[in-house]
């Protein structure tokens, strides 16, 4: 299994991936730990350290994917916890683990972001009007969820109540629609965002998340389906 984490910069890489099944108790404190490690690297090093000295606006590409990713890479992290307890496949487990854990640290630094820049975390013009120009929104947004690629909550359901193979598929299924829609989002940050690091993360997830749609291709492909 190659290392799927997206390293931001004064992150040191690990290859810490466990020989054996986590629990679910250890996943949610792995999550917390990193969510205060990505905190504690953007108070460190601030945006303005290479030369973006100005706090970017409300309303501004900057601020608006640090708020949209994070609801987006929330909902990754909580889809993987619930097919760790679906399925005993150990690929898909560590599969998840990896998602997990990478966005669940980048969340951390898009949170960390907007309290340094003392901007608000939700937003009263809604998801995704941050994007400019049309090429950006060739993933649409089904009905029933918040961005595009992500999950309603009756697949998630539906996820939580499957096991075995059924629910590998459909997990698989759900994460590659979910990294393409955070795909879109993060081309868009790193043509549009004007946070030197905040691009480079952007570019990094546009990077990692096409990696892991091969890999969910290929593995989909041996349990004899598709992405949908």
Not at 208 to 222: G, P, Y
């Amino acid at each position: 299994m190659r290392d799927t984490t997206v390293t931001a910069p004064g992150v040191t890489d690990s290859d810490d991936t466990p020989t054996r099944k986590p629990s679910f108790g250890p996943w949610a404190v792995a999550a917390a730990a990193l969510v205060a490690l990505g905190l504690i690297v953007w108070f460190v090093a601030a945006p303005g350290d290479e030369g973006t000295s100005e706090v970017p606006a409300a309303a501004s590409a900057d601020a608006g994917f640090a708020r949209d990713m994070a609801v987006h890479h929330q909902q990754a992290v909580e889809v993987s916890f619930v097919i760790h307890d679906r399925t005993d496949d150990e690929d898909v487990r560590r599969l998840a683990y990896d998602i997990a854990q990478t966005q669940a640290n980048q969340r951390g630094m898009l949170l960390g972001w907007l309290d340094l820049w003392g901007l608000p975390k939700t937003s009263a013009d809604g998801y995704m009007t941050w994007m400019k120009g049309d090429g950006h929104m060739r993933h649409e947004t089904k009905e029933g969820s918040l961005m595009p690629g992500m999950a309603t909550d009756t697949e998630i359901g539906r996820l939580g109540k499957t096991k075995g193979k059924d629910a590998e598929i459909l997990y698989l299924q759900l994460l590659t629609d979910h990294h393409m829609g955070g795909v879109t989002m993060a081309r868009a940050c790193a043509e549009q965002c004007e946070v030197p690091q905040e691009r480079r993360l952007a570019q990094g997830m546009v990077d990692a998340q096409q990696s892991e749609m091969t890999l969910m291709a290929d593995m989909l492909k041996e349990r004899g389906s598709a992405p949908h």
